[in-house]
């Protein structure tokens, strides 16, 4: 318990209300700008991102909904990835987070989604995908694209930069 109760205090300097507000109001802009909505699939970010989609007012003019696939099988069974892919590849991985951004792009008919799966630590690291090691995706109305990150610092560094990554990645993409 002292472990769990450390790890969620344990955020460092991190990322501040106020940096999350202006990139979520600048995506809304964009999205306003474009008709277009957005919805999220989320692993190691274990929903940050809907979170901060969510915090502003009106956000439902925009915001279509998301999920939190931690699991492979929940991968599969809420976002459709094929399993042989999860098996191929791993769970954190290019192509799996690019099927689970078109899944939930499809699932929930968004203009734009979202997909990011990682090592957040402070456990799990591998040689080939040690800690920090994220992938994020990104779906929309020109095809899917991944992107690798390559993330230091505490397990909810680790987290919160992923999320802001992924989101301003998004936003790259929308234009």
Same mark, same amino acid.
């Given at each position: 318990?002292d472990? #769990? +109760?450390?790890?969620?205090?344990?955020? %460092?300097?991190g *990322?501040?209300?106020?940096? #999350?507000? =202006?990139? *979520?109001? /600048?995506l809304?802009?964009?999205?306003?700008? $474009?008709?277009?909505t &957005?919805?999220t699939?989320?692993?190691?970010?274990?929903?940050?991102?809907?979170?901060?989609?969510?915090?502003?007012?009106? +956000?439902?003019h925009?915001?279509?909904g998301?999920?939190?696939?931690? +699991?492979? /099988?929940a !991968?599969?069974?809420?976002? @459709?990835? /094929?399993?042989?892919? #999860?098996? !191929?590849?791993?769970? =954190?991985?290019?192509p799996v &987070?690019?099927?689970?951004?078109? @899944?939930?792009?499809e699932?929930?008919?968004?203009?734009w989604? &979202?997909?990011? $799966?990682?090592?957040? %630590?402070? /456990? @799990?690291?591998?040689?080939? !995908?040690?800690? @920090?090691? =994220?992938w994020?995706?990104v779906?929309g109305?020109?095809?899917v694209?991944?992107?690798l990150? !390559?993330?230091? %610092?505490?397990?909810?560094? *680790?987290?919160?930069?992923?999320?802001?990554q992924?989101?301003?990645?998004?936003?790259?993409?929308?234009?």
């Amino acid at each position: 318990m002292d472990t #769990i +109760s450390k790890n969620l205090h344990d955020t %460092g300097p991190g *990322i501040s209300p106020e940096q #999350i507000l =202006v990139a *979520i109001s /600048d995506l809304y802009h964009r999205l306003r700008a $474009s008709g277009g909505t &957005v919805a999220t699939a989320e692993s190691c970010t274990g929903g940050m991102i809907s979170t901060w989609l969510t915090m502003p007012a009106g +956000s439902s003019h925009f915001f279509q909904g998301g999920v939190c696939t931690y +699991s492979n /099988d929940a !991968k599969a069974a809420m976002l @459709g990835v /094929d399993p042989s892919l #999860i098996a !191929k590849h791993g769970a =954190v991985s290019g192509p799996v &987070v690019k099927a689970m951004a078109t @899944g939930a792009r499809e699932r929930f008919k968004a203009t734009w989604s &979202v997909g990011v $799966s990682g090592v957040a %630590g402070p /456990d @799990g690291g591998t040689v080939e !995908k040690p800690v @920090g090691t =994220v992938w994020c995706a990104v779906a929309g109305p020109t095809g899917v694209e991944a992107r690798l990150l !390559k993330l230091t %610092g505490t397990r909810t560094a *680790i987290r919160e930069d992923a999320a802001m990554q992924t989101i301003r990645f998004l936003m790259e993409k929308i234009g």
